[in-house]
């Protein structure tokens, strides 16, 4: 039988070693979430180590609608295009990876698809514009010899709803391409994009109403290849 002194040194242990755990449960850090964009990262640095980017590229830049552009190359074959969209992304994102996923390769032009997920988060057109200018500074300051060109937000049957939005957020950016025609080439994909009725075209959409089907992308090979740099 266990004498009274060896019960309570036996209980004095557990007490303490639950106290020293629930401390731990309160003061430890919270796990390391997982950088963004680590994948993605991590796929454009095994493209480069099969095949070295061209040299002088004309950087493709942005969100799905860059990504999943994956005819480029044989849609401007005479270029050294570079495709380096992640989807999903947002101003912020394209900020925050410039040096790695722009400044690094040193382009010659940088073809910039930006703004559709900002304002279907609820970004505002003024807020979109800020990001703009906060990227276009980037470029003049890291990549004085580059040219931006910028693609419009364009209209889709998903977010038909913030076309107004979208309008808003182009025109204000326009506006500046204007200003500035040497360091800022605006590029209207949208309006192709629009039916006689005013609303997109359903043909050129995947069923998600967002992305683009090879329709899509032939519109804006059209339109965006008369200003890409020779």
Partial sequence: MLKP???RYSFTLLLLSWLTLTSYAQTAP?????APWTTELREFARQDSLKKPPIASILFYGSSSIRMWETLATDFPNQPVLNRGFGGSRFPDAIQLFDKLVVRYRPRQVVL????????AGVTPQQVYASFLTFEKLMRQKLPQSQLVFLSIKPSLARWAQWPQMQAANNLIRQYSKAHPKQVRFVDVGTPMLGTDGKPRPELFREDGLHMTRAGYEIWTQVVAPVLAK
């Fill in 113 to 120: 698809y930006e703004g559709d997920n900002d304002i279907a």
């Fill in 5 to 7: 002194n060896y019960l």
């Fill in 30 to 34: 919270p796990p390391v979430a997982p």
